[in-house]
T-cell receptor, first 113, second 110 residues
């Protein structure tokens, strides 16, 4: 059981380049999330998808787009990368229910030069 | 903006002592509360959750929730060097929307 799988694990981009971070879960979860984590700032919600076909902005959505491709997959796209987007990105998922915890992928470490 | 506040630490405790980690949250509509542990360079892993006022125990861990004071805490008994990590408090607001504190770094000294 793989859980939440993120690709790639590491990426270096130049300013202005674009890329898509991929995330897939095999737990039949309804909700999926993208967070970024910067030193001393905890996890900040970028976008989330409460169910297949819906997406909503989180705390820091500017500069990002998302696609909930199907129930399993939720991708995060940077159209024109900026140095301020250097961070560790985590995808997470959870099932329905207020006590359902988030399950995290292993993260993508992105550096924008 | 839903705020979740934690003392960044580091909190240093000797091996075998009780470590007490605290978290406050701003939104009274928050419904459930989670504690995650994160080792350096790794992803967060769930320790436990709580949604009712009072205490909830799981092994060496006890979560405490006081909704009137908007306060949640995690106690770690018999702290071990392997407990040294950053502890993240997460608040579930409005069904499946999670906000995190910035984390408290715990150092357990042998």
């Amino acid at each position: 059981n793989a859980g939440v799988t993120q690709t790639p694990k590491f990426q270096v981009l130049k300013t202005g380049q674009s890329m898509t971070l991929q995330c897939a879960q095999d737990m039949n979860h309804n909700s999926m999330y993208w967070y970024r984590q910067d030193p001393g700032m905890g996890l900040r919600l970028i976008y989330y998808s409460a169910s297949e076909g819906t997406t909503d902005k989180g705390e820091v959505p500017n500069g990002y787009n998302v696609s909930r491709l199907n129930k399993r997959e939720f991708s995060l796209r940077l159209e024109s990368a900026a140095p301020s987007q250097t961070s560790v990105y985590f995808c997470a998922s959870c099932s329905k229910g207020i006590n359902s915890p988030l399950h995290f992928g292993n993260g993508t470490r992105l550096t924008v030069t | 903006q839903k705020e979740v506040e934690q003392n960044s630490g580091p909190l240093s405790v000797p091996e075998g002592a009780i470590a007490s980690l605290n978290c406050t949250y701003s939104d009274r509509g928050s419904q459930s509360f989670f504690w995650y542990r994160q080792y350096s360079g790794k992803s967060p892993e769930l320790i436990m959750f709580i949604y009712s006022n009072g205490d909830k125990e799981d092994g060496r861990f006890t979560a405490q929730l006081n909704k009137a004071s908007q306060y949640v805490s995690l106690l770690i008994r018999d702290s071990q060097p392997s407990d040294s990590a950053t502890y993240l408090c997460a608040v579930n607001y409005n069904f499946n929307k999670f906000y995190f504190g910035s984390g408290t770094k715990l150092n357990v000294k042998p």
